[in-house]
């Protein structure tokens, strides 16, 4: 493990800059400075976040600055989102409905809570945190649902979401190591995070021996950071960058661990 965890921090040192910002979604977040508006634009970026880059900024753009003028928190809580026709397309099968049901989730959480923040630190760990951002968007909508709000329980025979793109949300918004990560939560800790779990990051994670399930799922998620919290108890997600950065890659990190093995 001590080997394992020098060939991580490599990594980490590699891929873990600020460079990375420019082409990936957390670049939307850092483009505000008031705390509302980083949150609001956190859960956006990284609801829309599948598929494409290049067609998640320009979706990220269209979302964030044309529809919502770069003032998304203004943008929410004056409503202005009622007036958007509901087949109107974002980005994929992301539409104008979709973005409108979040929105009007965003404006009670904020009048009844006054930050995202506030409601995931009314939770025991991040898990009951998406359960409550869920909840919360279900009464704002009279109970109806969305599919692009993970659901982190397990229901009809399917099993738990890995909810990757809310983990990842969480990673911006609460790791504070000042260079990708924004870590504007003071009152959620690190060590409590779970790692966004995607097809590159489980794809290295298994060839390192660190996960032996087959699925992606909530359990799968448990199992990798549980073991990444022991290279790294205080911040184990500061791992992402190593283990999404080398599946991407494909470089030699594989052929060279497992020569020495």
């Known amino acids: 493990m001590e080997r394992l965890k020098k060939l991580l921090d490599e990594k980490v040192a590699i891929y873990n800059r600020k460079e990375f910002i ?3 979604p957390v670049w939307f977040p850092h483009q505000f400075s008031d705390r509302r508006d980083i949150e609001i634009a956190a859960l956006l970026a990284s609801v829309i976040a599948w598929g494409n880059r290049k067609m998640i900024l320009a979706s990220g753009k269209k979302m964030l600055f044309d529809i919502m003028g770069g003032k998304p928190y203004d943008y929410i809580m004056s409503s202005k989102w009622s007036e958007l026709c509901g087949d109107g397309n974002i980005h994929r099968t992301f539409f104008a409905r979709d973005f409108v049901y979040i929105a009007r989730g965003l404006k009670q959480i904020y ?39 993970s659901n982190p329980l397990p229901r009809k025979g399917k099993p738990a979401s890995a909810c990757k793109r809310l983990h990842m949300m969480l ?33 290295t994670g298994r060839r390192l021996g660190l996960i032996t399930r087959a699925q992606n799922d909530r359990r799968t998620v448990e199992e990798l950071t549980a073991a990444l919290r022991e290279l790294a108890p ?5 791992y992402d960058f190593a283990l999404f950065g080398v599946g991407v890659a494909g470089d030699e990190f594989f052929d060279n661990y497992m020569s020495e093995q």
């Open 111 to 149: 009048e009844k809570c006054g930050s995202l923040e506030s409601l995931f630190i009314a939770t025991d760990d991040m898990w009951e945190g998406i359960s409550a951002l869920r909840c919360e968007l279900l009464s704002a909508n009279d109970g109806a649902e969305t599919r692009h709000i």
């Open 171 to 203: 990673r911006w918004l609460s790791r504070k190591d000042g260079i990708v990560d924004l870590g504007i939560w003071q009152n959620v800790s690190p060590s409590s995070l779970m790692i966004p779990l995607d097809v590159h990051v489980a794809r």
């Open 22 to 24: 420019e082409n990936d």
């Open 234 to 238: 205080a911040d184990p997600v500061i």
